[in-house]
């Protein structure tokens, strides 16, 4: 091989790498996946998604007006989990039910007080959820108990002193989902830039042509999949920062590790999630393609297989080994322990190691399929 | 332009070939693209590798500059193997690919700056290079503009310019003739000529055989064979003394045209404006031909051959001058006025006028041409009348139907042949030709026998189970045309219906056409291939939206004659009508 022929050229990347930014610069597509999106994904995430329950249209059915009853419907009133509609008839609870206006109710039954003395504490109260919605049915039945062991420990109290067990959430006081919602909202922005921007990258090359011309320089693969990693891995810490920002002043979501210590961990992430749109953008030569292909292995799994809404431990044996094939498992649980925990850097740094060596599989295997030639 | 410094020296020119190809085969699947190839190509000379569409000219192209293997043989470059050497070749090629290949998003001068880093150009020598390559290019006053903002010849002007960078011995050009207008490809045969003057060799490819003559040798491709290899001359010589023209016959033009086709000894014959120009065969007695030219009060002169010529008589002649589908067409009744007809037709797209005013009337049984260059607005206007688009202003009627109103009752007395042809590669012949009968809304019986006729007429019996992907271009421009002609339309429009085509195809097609217009039936064709200008009976040529000049070809031709070009082509013509325009501007 001549001199100035070698397979690696610092002054071609350099050229590759301006060209790749004037473009990203230029194309108003990217700047709303990488800024406008962040933000939309995280009031979706901060507002709209929510696993508390607050305010629940809750109908309480009084039967009895002794002290006790009128005491425990005041309860119920008084949490700021429920909405109470009150209500006279059991009829009229259930036709609120049917049509919808409410997601359960509680009845109060005329021989509550008789119930009550006898110290009877079983079926005390009937508590009715809507089965329709499985999710909420649980919580208001949760909820709803909780509320009348409150009131009986409260009334217990004033008379004997029974022993009170009081809940302590670590990491999480308020258990105010938001708090590891939008940790994993920002591994989801990050996989959608990371993945589907790479993802179209080398497709839309070979779609418009331009990949024929550029095969015909000296330029190597090296260098051409470096001159679209690069900025594409600026452009996502860019991303990254601006995210974290609005989560913690926004939307109020504390962070409690190092700021240092998130970029270093959003990196390792952007090494996997680049790796894999690139492989999928050789391999699919057709942006269409590619887009759906960085959605069902990169968004989905991200957001199903993540434990960002499911937990991984509840997952059947064979689904939890096939989370640990997708980087943002990694990252969302290093996201978490930033957030909620700090810079505990024996959790963060075998996952940092993980993410490194899947980005590594997915270099290997890009390199291996693109081809300096059109066949 | 002193391009000395761009060029490499030509002092190794005779010791070594620019390209030598050894018995070189490529098949894709089951298809043989290129087979046993062999050929030698000189330093310092345009080279041309000529052949219709689909005849393998890109898989050679991309084949020489390393972009494909060949499955047997060898190439070399500058003596380097483009398998082994794959590295050290693209130091010493230039390539520029058929489709632009160039960044759309960033600016000319970005585009050259990638390039020139890319082949390791230091910074410190780029900008007399650019500054040289600008100029050469004239592409000086636009260096800042988005590269896809500029014009189609402007676009292969930049892709030369980047393919150019870092001193290539070898510049590969895959049909920088297409898309752009006559004004340009002058523009780049001029620059083509300052390279090889200098000792480059370049390669240029092309399925217009008129460029085909301007390369000092050519590599003839039909079907993945070299057909020919040599000067174009020597190709043309043997045709000598055989090609006549035929100037204005009397009455119908198109009839004799096929009573010409119809001798035995014609090899080939076409409509060249009023005249007809028709090549014997080998050997023939001249007698039956000058017979039929003093029946037609026609005058007969010997003409020089073309390069087609020579290549119609090497496939071994054109086809027969009568039309099995015009026989089965019944005729048109006639209709009074215009068929198609457009009053200061207008569209703008924001502050842009597309189409700007446009007046034409189409009589029944007229081939009507709308030519011009990329970007005139030919696309814009077609797609109004089409019903595809709808006016900014003015009006467009087809057969009386106003487009704006009857939009409905105005498509279905056209058909329409778009240059790609509309059929359906998920479908098979048999398969497209029953949803095209449906969507003109053919049902039961008199579905299926108009189905069994085009099958009929257009020998389709063989490939029915195919998909029309499968099949060669000759067989889908047939299907593409019996879908199009199924409801029997008396107006046909055409967007650019044989351009890239192989001669005998397109002789074959217009055959047809020629027939369906003796039946009555009105066809309009966009196009800015100058051989299908020649079967127009009028043409209007469009500029920026406008319409500059509007009539009979022969008329444009002599509208432009002066003393120095007492003859000139359409093209020419074409040329000189649009620089009248850009001079009457500049002074105004």
């Known amino acids: ?375 | 332009m002193n391009t000395a410094e761009v060029a490499i020296p030509t002092q190794d020119a005779g010791a070594q070939p620019a390209i030598r190809l050894e018995l070189v085969s490529k098949r894709f699947g089951a298809r043989e693209a290129l087979k046993s190839v062999s050929a030698t190509l000189a330093r310092g000379r345009l080279t041309g590798v000529v052949g219709p569409d689909g005849a393998g000219k890109t898989t050679l192209m991309r084949l020489m500059a390393g972009l494909l293997k060949p499955d047997q043989g060898q190439i070399r470059v500058s003596g380097l193997d483009t398998v082994q050497d794959a590295d050290d070749l693209h130091f010493v090629t230039g390539y520029m690919p058929q489709r632009f290949g160039l960044y759309e998003d960033i600016s000319v001068i970005e585009n050259l700056r990638l390039y020139a880093r890319l082949r390791g150009l230091a910074s410190g020598e780029q900008s007399e290079l650019f500054a040289r390559l600008l100029d050469f290019t004239r592409l000086a006053p636009f260096q800042e503009r988005l590269a896809g903002q500029l014009s189609g010849g402007m676009k292969q002007k930049l892709g030369l310019a980047c393919a150019l960078m870092g001193e290539p011995e070898v510049l590969l050009l895959d049909e920088p003739g297409v898309g752009v207008d006559p004004v340009s490809r002058q523009e780049l045969w001029r620059m083509v000529d300052a390279l090889t003057s200098d000792g480059m060799a370049v390669i240029w490819s092309t399925a217009y055989l008129d460029e085909a003559e301007r390369c000092a040798e050519v590599l003839l491709l039909e079907q993945g064979q070299l057909a020919y290899a040599g000067a174009p001359e020597g190709l043309t010589r043997r045709l000598h003394g055989r090609s006549y023209h035929l100037s204005s016959p009397q009455g119908d033009r198109r009839s004799w045209l096929a009573q010409a086709l119809e001798l035995p000894q014609v090899c080939d014959g076409v409509i060249q404006g009023e005249g007809l120009r028709v090549v014997l065969r080998q050997g023939q007695d001249l007698a039956p031909l000058a017979d039929l030219a003093s029946r037609a009060a026609s005058t007969m002169t010997p003409v020089p051959p073309r390069f087609e010529d020579a290549f119609v008589d090497l496939l071994g002649g054109g086809p027969g001058g009568k039309s099995v589908l015009a026989e089965h067409f019944p005729a048109v009744p006639r209709h009074e006025g215009a068929t198609v007809s457009c009053r200061g037709l207008t569209r703008r797209f924001g502050s842009f006028v597309a189409t700007d005013h446009v007046d034409f009337d189409i009589r029944q049984g007229e081939i009507f041409g709308l030519l011009g260059p990329n970007g005139a607005g030919k696309s814009t206007t077609f797609r109004m009348l089409c019903g595809l688009l709808s006016p900014s202003s003015g009006e467009a009627r087809v057969m009386g139907h106003d487009l704006a109103r009857a939009v409905g009752a105005a498509k279905r007395q056209l058909g329409y042949m778009a240059q790609k042809f509309s059929l359906y590669g998920l479908l098979s012949v048999q398969q497209n030709l029953a949803f095209f009968a449906g969507v003109y809304g053919l049902s039961g019986a008199a579905k299926s026998e108009r189905i069994d006729e085009m099958v009929h007429i257009f020998q389709l019996e063989d490939h029915l189970a195919a998909s029309p992907d499968s099949l060669p271009f000759g067989i889908r421009q047939r299907l593409a045309l019996a879908c199009a002609l199924m409801h029997r339309p008396p107006v046909l429009f055409l967007d650019e219906p044989t351009s890239g085509v192989d001669p005998i195809t397109r002789r074959e097609f217009w055959t047809h056409i020629n027939g369906l217009v003796h039946k009555g039936v009105t066809i309009l064709v966009t196009t800015h291939f100058m051989e299908e200008a020649e079967y127009c009976d009028r043409v209007a040529l469009m500029v920026q939206g406008r319409v500059i000049a509007l009539d009979k070809p022969d008329a444009l031709k002599s509208q432009v004659a002066d003393a120095a070009m007492p003859d000139p082509t359409m093209e020419q013509a074409f040329i000189r009508l649009i620089e009248r325009v850009g001079a009457s501007k500049e002074t105004t």
């Open chain 1, 1 to 375: 091989m001549k001199p100035g022929h070698q397979t690696f050229d610092w002054h071609r990347l350099a050229g590759l790498m301006r060209k790749e930014s004037l473009q990203i610069m230029r194309d108003p597509s990217v700047a709303l996946i990488a800024f406008a999106l962040p933000v939309i994904l995280l009031l979706l995430f901060t507002y709209a998604v929510s696993l508390d329950i607050r305010q629940v249209p809750l109908g309480v059915v009084l039967q009895n007006d002794g002290e006790a009853a009128q005491s425990l419907a005041a309860a119920f009133s008084g949490t700021r989990y429920f909405r109470v509609v009150p209500l006279r008839t059991r009829r009229a609870a259930a036709d609120l039910l049917v049509a919808g206006r409410l997601r359960g109710f509680v009845v109060i039954p005329q021989d509550f007080s008789r119930r009550l003395q006898s110290g009877m504490r079983q079926g005390l109260v009937q508590v009715v959820g809507d089965g329709s919605q499985p999710n909420t049915a649980n919580f208001v039945a949760v909820y709803a108990q909780g509320v009348i062991g409150q009131w009986l420990a409260a009334r217990a109290d004033s008379a004997t002193t029974a022993p009170v067990i009081e809940p302590r959430f670590w990491f999480n006081p308020d258990v105010e989902s938001r708090r590891f919602l939008v940790p994993g909202a920002l591994a989801i922005v990050m996989t959608i830039i990371g993945t589907l921007l790479s993802a179209l990258l080398v497709a839309r090359e070979w779609e418009r042509g331009t990949m024929e011309a550029l095969m015909a320089t000296p330029v190597s693969v090296v260098e051409i999949l470096a001159g679209k990693l690069i900025p594409y891995f600026l452009l996502g810490l860019i991303a990254m920062l601006i995210a974290t920002l609005l989560s913690v002043t926004v939307f109020e979501v504390p962070l409690r590790g190092s700021w240092l210590a998130l970029l270093a961990v959003s990196a390792c992430f952007l090494v996997p999630a680049l790796g894999q749109g690139l492989l999928i953008s050789v391999l699919g030569k057709n942006q269409f393609v590619a887009a759906q292909a960085a959605l069902l292995t990169g968004y989905l799994p991200a957001f199903m297989l993540s434990g960002f809404l499911f937990e991984i431990d509840s997952m059947p044996l064979p689904v939890q080994f096939l989370t640990h094939v997708v980087p943002a498992r990694y990252f969302v649980t290093c996201l978490q322990t930033l957030f909620l925990v700090g810079d505990t850097w024996a959790l963060l740094l075998p996952d940092m190691g993980a993410m490194l060596l899947l980005g590594l599989v997915f270099f290997l295997l890009a390199r291996r399929k693109l081809h300096k030639t059109l066949e």
